[in-house]
């Protein structure tokens, strides 16, 4: 089984900083690439910020030069430093990945529970 595990999430005032993690684990093959979402109270959920296994980032034109996503391959790792924290940032942060797993032919797309981000104003 593969799981998906973020944390990192809490209460921070507006222009602060948060750093997310997500630790991925199980019978793993390979991971491709890496994502957060987030999902704000009745709105749908977001790509933030991708990370392919390849190198390369892409993010939201509204996180741009604010965020930065990276990964640590080695230990199965994916990260969200978040700065200059506004309200409008306030949501639950999911992390994916697209993960081949031991058993499997094909990467299957797996999630994390989330966590909770609240910028206060």
């Known amino acids: 089984q593969v799981q998906l595990v973020e944390s990192g999430g809490g209460l921070v005032q507006t222009g602060g900083s948060l750093r997310l993690s997500c630790a991925a684990s199980?019978?793993?093959?390979?991971?491709?690439?890496m994502a957060w979402y987030r999902q704000a109270p009745q709105k749908q959920r977001e790509l933030v910020a991708v990370?392919?296994?390849?190198?390369?980032?892409d993010y939201a034109d509204s996180v741009k030069g604010r965020f930065t996503i990276s990964r640590d391959n080695a230990k199965k790792m994916l990260y969200l430093q978040m700065d200059s924290l506004k309200p409008e940032d306030t949501a639950v942060y999911y992390c994916?990945?697209?993960?081949?797993?031991?058993?499997?032919?094909?990467?299957?797309?797996?999630w994390g529970q989330g966590t909770q981000v609240t910028v206060s104003a």
């Open positions: 994916n990945a697209l993960i081949l797993s031991s058993g499997r032919r094909y990467p299957g797309s797996y």
């Open positions: 990370i392919p296994s390849g190198g390369g980032t």
């Open positions: 199980g019978n793993i093959l390979d991971i491709n690439t």
